[in-house]
Nanobody, 127 residues
Framework: QVQLVESGGGSVQAGGSLRLSCVAS????????MGWFRQAPGKEREVVAG????????YYADSVKGRFTISQDSAKNTLYLLMNSLKPEDTAMYYC????????????????????WGQGTQVTVSS
């Protein structure tokens, strides 16, 4: 049984930082696409950042390039998202997801391609 558990969300002021964590268990595929999505109230869920097969390739949405960094600790089965220079528009519920599919720096699959999701962690950025 695959489980993804996010943590690290919270409330910060604009310009602040947060680091999200996603601990994965029960997932045995060696090649996979894993990443972070977010959904703000009244908006569709969107991809934020992703990684393919333990960091072979990373993807960032244009809105977070230069501010967010995705990384993995394979020994801990943990995916991280370091978020710097946070803006009020980053306010959303953040989810991690994983799928046995390809992704790279130039292309990232939509949410429908991901069968496994965490429960989400809330990030709130005040101005």
């Amino acid at each position: 049984q695959v489980q993804l558990v996010e943590s690290g969300g919270g409330s910060v002021q604009a310009g602040g930082s947060l680091r999200l964590s996603c601990v994965a268990s029960g997932y045995t595929e060696r090649r996979y696409c894993m990443g972070w999505f977010r959904q703000a109230p009244g908006k569709e869920r969107e991809v934020v950042a992703g990684v393919y097969s333990r960091g072979a390739s990373t993807y960032y949405a244009d809105s977070v390039k230069g501010r967010f960094t995705i990384s993995q600790d394979s020994a801990k089965n943990t995916l991280y998202l370091l978020m710097n220079s946070l803006k009020p528009e980053d306010t959303a519920m953040y989810y991690c997801a994983v799928a046995a599919i390809y992704c790279d720096a130039d292309w990232y699959p939509g949410e429908a391609a991901f069968p496994y999701w965490g429960q989400g962690t809330q990030v709130t950025v005040s101005s």
